[in-house]
């Protein structure tokens, strides 16, 4: 099986800096896009910030310049910077996989971490 984990939120003041992590494990055969999103109460699931195999990232208007999304062999990490109040959302970590039972791409989802930034 294959699983997602994702570590490192916390409650931050705002102005401040997190860095949420995400680690794949499993009967992995190959790891490809990888990406957060962020669910806050009441609102829905958005795409915050995607990296592909090959290192090519892209991020949502609301957190360009301020959050930085990196990959190394099975982890993928969110840094994030200039936290603001609106920033405050359980982060989950997202990742095409192909599973190396039966060679079929899946999508996988992560248990999400709750980041909260106070103001």
């Known amino acids: 099986q294959v699983q997602l984990v994702e570590s490192g939120g916390g409650l931050v003041q705002a102005g401040g800096s997190l860095r949420v992590s995400c680690a794949a494990s499993?009967?992995?055969?190959?790891?490809?896009?990888m990406a957060w999103y962020r669910q806050a109460p009441g609102k829905q699931r958005e795409l915050v910030a995607h990296i592909t195999s090959g290192g090519i990232t892209n991020y949502a208007d609301s957190v360009k310049g301020r959050f930085t999304i990196s990959r190394d062999n099975y982890m993928v990490y969110l840094q994030m910077n200039s936290l603001k109040p609106e920033d405050t959302a359980v982060y989950y970590c997202?990742?095409?996989?192909?599973?190396?039972?039966?060679?079929?791409?899946?999508?996988?989802w992560g248990q999400g971490t709750q980041v909260t930034v106070s103001s």
């Open positions: 997202n990742a095409a996989i192909i599973g190396s039972v039966d060679y079929t791409a899946r999508d996988y």
């Open positions: 499993g009967r992995i055969f190959r790891l490809n896009d």
